[in-house]
């Protein structure tokens, strides 16, 4: 039917289909976002592993996608990152040539990855913007994965310079939503406190946020990430990455983003910070200008709500949560 109305079908593949990001893609295309053209597969670790080519391989040559939307690595917050940098360097190179090697040899149109803003020098001025992610080292907490996710752009370009390949990047700021990991040791920042919150008002007792909560973050809600990939993957043509955030002024410390998670699940104890533990970076503020540029319009859903609605998914959700 679509090609005759002369419409050509795509065959799109999720990798890391079960994750955050991609429940929230998942959602936002079953609830009307997606196009009769479309023939949407999620896949995640228990299709394929994805660090072996061979698995890899065979995935793309059972499905023969013609785009593809690369969400799978490894991840993992602060904490896990400095502990594991050497696993989150080899596992993470290891899906991505994987991936976009296979998504070549299969002829796919067009790849789009997910980066993180973690990849961006740790020195460097404010705001930072997708001509700099080159301009020196990460981060020492987080340089495996931060090093992994930026050979994805230089693969990109080679893919393009070599084999003429559509093959592009997003760069994500801390995204949280419905379906995140929420645990404690090894999730990410927001995710982990709405989990000590939800856990702190079981038992009456205090929240202890670790650091001092003064590092700020801009926040981007997954399902308004979901929309701007599916933007990305339809309309956005350049192979240079593109950064995905909420605006310069949207960045919140951590301790009130802690605010917000204790309003929003009605904690009326005590905040603690512990500030034995690490800060990590104290900020990467990201500018937005390349995708107002293209989407002045785009609205995101303000902070407090986005975190009202996770934090409400996760307590209905407890039980079966990752966490």
């Not at 293209?294 to 966490?323: D, H, I, M």
Request: proline share 4%.
């Amino acid at each position: 039917m679509t090609e005759a109305a002369g419409l050509v079908p795509k065959r799109i593949l999720v990798t890391g289909g079960t994750g955050l990001v991609g429940r929230a893609i998942e959602k936002v295309v079953a609830e009307g976002e997606g196009r009769p053209d479309e023939e949407w597969i999620f896949v995640s670790s228990r299709d394929a592993d994805l660090t072996n080519a061979a698995e890899t391989k065979a995935l793309f040559k059972q499905h023969k996608p013609t785009h593809v939307i690369h969400l799978a690595a490894m991840v993992g917050g602060l904490f896990k990152n400095i502990r594991y940098n050497l696993d989150f360097w080899r596992r993470n190179i290891h899906i991505n040539d994987n991936v976009l090697h296979s998504a070549y040899e299969v002829g796919v149109q067009k790849v789009v990855s997910c980066l993180s803003t973690c990849i961006f020098p740790d020195k460097t001025t404010y705001p930072i913007d997708e001509s700099m992610i080159h301009n020196g080292p990460p981060h020492s907490s987080n340089f495996g994965y931060s090093y992994a996710k930026r050979m994805i752009d230089i693969q990109n370009r080679g893919y393009f310079e070599q084999h003429g390949c559509r093959f592009t990047a997003v760069i994500p700021t801390n995204v949280f939503g419905p379906h995140d990991n929420f645990n404690i040791e090894d999730g990410h920042v927001l995710p982990g406190l709405i989990h000590k919150v939800y856990l702190a008002k079981q038992t009456g007792s205090a929240l202890t946020i670790w650091g001092t909560g003064k590092p700020r973050r801009q926040f981007i809600y997954s399902l308004d990430l979901a929309r701007l990939f599916l933007w990305v993957l339809r309309e956005y043509d350049e192979v240079e990455p593109i950064i995905l955030s909420v605006g310069e002024e949207d960045e919140v410390s951590i301790r009130e983003a802690a605010e917000a998670i204790a309003e929003a699940m009605d904690f009326r104890g005590e905040l603690v910070f512990d500030t034995t533990k690490a800060d990590g970076q104290f900020k990467k503020t990201a500018s937005n200008a390349k995708l107002r540029h293209y989407l002045p319009g785009f609205q995101f859903t303000p902070f407090r709500q986005a975190v009202k609605e996770t934090c409400a998914w996760f307590s209905a959700n407890y039980t079966n949560a990752r966490k």
